[in-house]
Nanobody, 126 residues
């Protein structure tokens, strides 16, 4: 079991920055890929970013590439999402997730992740 808790969300004006953190407990996720997803009201949960166990591979949705950076600190069992140049369309609940099923996979699909945090709200105003 992995328990994931997101933090760092909040209200920010367009152009601003936030850094989200996802702290794990119960079981280390250091050997597994981690992902960030987001879900806005009335929309399906969508992929944002993912990172491999050793940080050697990162993937980003086209809508955030160049603005967001995913990173991880396995010693702290924590994954981060640095969000810069935020836009109103980034407004959503952001979730972190762990893939404990397939080693080597750095997935971009909800179905490829097994454990999820409770989410943290990010609101970007105009």
């Amino acid at each position: 079991q992995v328990q994931l808790v997101e933090s760092g969300g909040g209200l920010v004006q367009a152009g601003g920055s936030l850094r989200l953190s996802c702290a794990g407990s119960g079981r280390s996720f250091s050997g597994f890929a981690m992902g960030w997803f987001r879900q806005a009201p009335g929309k399906e949960r969508e992929f944002v970013a993912a990172i491999s166990w050793n940080s050697g591979i990162t993937k980003y949705a086209g809508s955030v590439k160049g603005r967001f950076t995913i990173s991880r600190d396995n010693a702290k069992n924590t994954v981060y999402l640095q969000m810069n140049v935020l836009k109103p369309e980034d407004t959503a609940v952001y979730y972190c997730a762990a893939d404990l099923r397939v080693l080597g996979r750095v997935g971009a699909s909800v179905d490829e992740y097994d454990y999820w945090g409770q989410g943290t709200q990010v609101t970007v105003s105009s």
